[in-house]
């Protein structure tokens, strides 16, 4: 069964840092891209950047420059370093695993999500 | 605003046959595969629909997808009250080279 459970959700200031983290078990975990979307309060799913099962990423613009994905085959482990923090960030943070090794849109496990809150 | 668009609203009573339209362009749906996703209220979303019409095991046959252009449909048949959930069509980007959502659809059962 596959399971993915997210980690290093908070509240933090206006240009703080967090790092996310979801351990991934169930599946061979480098065969397939992973992502993470968010979802604000009260609004639709947003994909914020995913990375294939061999490394290139994807960052949607607003999060280019401030938010760092990465992967570690050896640990199952999907990682978000999220920096200079802002209130329009604050959400839901969903990790999630593609059907195919790069991401084309096709996420068939999510995990239940870890709560940001930026905030002073 | 969303790269896909989508009704925000659709509603029907149970048994009644419901479609949500997802538009889009010639750089996604135009050229790529769709997918679906069921969001019930306080959980994950789930996928519904892959590759514009495969249903992963599962899913209903009340729940169908297709592709036409640059717009594609998810209907549900014989509607059942616990349909009641936000719907998501999704589609990788060749011009942002990624993937986006649409803005969702509230499907409400009468």
């Known amino acids: 069964e596959v399971q993915l459970l997210e980690s290093g959700g908070g509240l933090v200031q206006p240009g703080g840092s967090l790092r996310l983290s979801c351990a991934a078990s169930?599946?061979?975990?480098?065969?397939?891209?992973m992502s993470w979307v968010r979802q604000a309060p009260g609004k639709g799913l947003e994909w914020i950047s995913a990375?294939?099962?061999?490394?290139?990423?994807y960052y949607v613009d607003s999060v280019k420059g401030r938010f760092t994905i990465s992967r570690d085959n050896s640990k199952n482990t999907l990682s978000l370093q999220m920096n200079r923090l802002r209130a329009e960030d604050t959400a839901l943070y969903y990790c999630?695993?593609?059907?195919?090794?790069?991401?084309?849109?096709?996420?068939?496990?999510w995990g239940q999500g870890t709560l940001v809150t930026v905030s002073s | 605003q969303s790269v896909l668009t989508q009704p925000p609203s659709a509603s029907g009573t149970p048994g009644q046959r419901v479609t949500i339209s997802c538009s889009g362009s010639?750089?996604?749906?135009?050229?790529?595969?769709v997918y679906w996703y069921q969001q019930v209220p306080g959980t994950a979303p789930k996928l519904l629909i892959y590759?514009?019409?495969q249903r992963p095991s599962g899913v209903p046959d009340r729940f169908s997808g297709s592709k036409s252009g640059t717009s594609a449909s998810l209907a549900i048949s014989g509607l059942r009250s616990e349909d009641e959930a936000d719907y998501y069509c999704?589609?990788?980007?060749?011009?942002?080279?990624?993937?986006?959502f649409g803005g969702g659809t509230k499907l409400t059962v009468l």
């Open positions: 999630a695993k593609s059907m195919d090794y790069y991401e084309s849109g096709s996420l068939d496990n």
């Open positions: 169930g599946f061979t975990f480098s065969a397939y891209a």
């Open positions: 990375i294939s099962g061999g490394g290139p990423t």
């Open positions: 010639s750089s996604n749906i135009g050229s790529n595969f």
């Open positions: 590759r514009n019409d």
């Open positions: 999704a589609a990788w980007d060749d011009s942002l080279s990624g993937p986006v």
